[in-house]
């Protein structure tokens, strides 16, 4: 079975960074597309980023150029490194994996990713 574990959030002031991770188990293959995901209450879903098991990436074009996301496979480990922090980043973030297709369409549909995590809160003060 399949289990995502986040961990890293946290809170920061304005223009901090936070590291987040999620460590990866349960997978008999070794290639799978990663990504995160973020919800603020009383909104929808959104898709941040989005790695493929070729390391091609995508990000939400809110996140671009401030956040990276990265793997480690010896370590099964996803990570999602943020700079520049701000308000409007606070929120619940979510690892998730195993899309149909991966890339930027699936950060338009959380409903596609098989796997989520518990999710880690992260919080960025003004």
Avoid at 6 to 14: L, R
Wanted: hydrophobic share 30%.
């Amino acid at each position: 079975q399949v289990q995502l574990v986040e961990s890293g959030g946290g809170s920061v002031q304005a223009g901090g960074s936070l590291r987040l991770s999620c460590g990866v188990s349960g997978y008999a293959r070794s290639t799978y597309c990663m990504g995160w995901f973020r919800q603020v209450v009383g909104k929808e879903r959104e898709g941040v980023a989005a790695i493929d098991s070729d390391g091609s990436t995508e990000y939400a074009d809110s996140v671009k150029g401030r956040f990276t996301i990265s793997k480690d496979n010896a370590k099964k480990t996803l990570y999602l490194h943020m700079n520049s922090l701000t308000p409007e980043d606070t929120a619940m973030y979510y690892c998730v994996s195993d899309p149909p297709t991966c890339g930027a369409y699936a950060l338009t549909s959380p409903g596609k990713w098989s796997y989520w995590g518990q999710g880690t809160q992260v919080t960025v003060s003004a």
